[in-house]
């Protein structure tokens, strides 16, 4: 059979088709070049443009949470720092707050003419705190009314978070005393607390 030779047209051997193959690939680079002139891959510059204006737009709004975030932040640490304050100079140590205020209250009593007596306390804890608790003191006293007037004033006056929940008193069988029952409630922390 002869052999055809036009279906071997590779490697070319004449110089018009090598011509015509040239141009063909030169052609399609332009007008590959020339779609990617018209739509760059990041985007025209005007949309470009339009990006880093978004950009910086949500780059601003961030700081501005930063800046807030960082404020809270301060306010915060401002706020648990005065808290541990207070807890630590109102909210005794839960060991030593009976013994501390019944100590209190009877050197109250002895700058007046008024006679402690018997004395009881219970504790509560407080609720959605692990390390708080109420304590109710009851403390009974004897006493002039205008002894207990100024007994009471100076609990007022006290530097202990002292809330005075009631003050029952009843007068003595043919005297100027009084019998005197007083409940009281602070808080007091476990030891190991914000002190």
Known sequence: MPRNSNFNVWPPNNPGAIIRLSLGVLLAANLVAGYFVLRPIGGSPQELRQQVKDMTGQLQ???GVEDRTKALVGKVEIGRGEGDKFMGKYFLPRRTAYSTIISELNDLASQLKV??????YA???VDGTDNLFMMQITANYEATYADLVHFVNLIDKSNRLLIMESLNATPQQGGKLLNVMLKLDTFVREDGAAQ
């Open 123 to 125: 504790t509560e804890p």
């Open 61 to 63: 709004q961030q700081r």
């Open 115 to 120: 006679t402690p007596k018997e004395s009881a």
